[in-house]
Nanobody, 124 residues
């Protein structure tokens, strides 16, 4: 069982940066693939970024590649999402999630554990 708590969201202007954090409970954090997802109002939840258990490989949605960076600190049971050059279309509720997988997966159904989400709003 893993419990996830996100933080770091807020209201920013286009071009600004934010760093989201997700702290996991339990002693098995390093055994999970971690992902960040987002859900804009009226839209489906979509994959944003994922990271392997050791943190040596990452994957990104095309829409955020080059602007967002996912990282993790297994000693702190924490995964981060650094978001730079934010755009109004990045506005969404951002979730972190944990998957018992051997590689990064982008399908929401593969993630068994989810946080409650943190809101990111980007004004133009």
């Amino acid at each position: 069982q893993v419990q996830l708590v996100e933080s770091g969201g807020g209201l920013v202007q286009a071009g600004d940066s934010l760093r989201l954090s997700c702290v996991a409970s339990g002693r098995t954090f390093s055994s999970y693939i971690m992902g960040w997802f987002r859900q804009a109002s009226g839209k489906e939840r979509e994959f944003v970024a994922g990271i392997t258990r050791s943190g040596d490989s990452t994957d990104y949605a095309t829409s955020v590649r080059g602007r967002f960076t996912i990282s993790r600190d297994n000693a702190k049971n924490t995964v981060y999402l650094q978001m730079n050059s934010l755009k109004p279309e990045d506005t969404a509720l951002y979730y972190c999630a944990a998957a018992s997988a051997v590689w990064i997966v982008t399908d929401t159904s593969r993630y068994a554990y989810w946080g409650q989400g943190t809101q990111v709003t980007v004004s133009s």
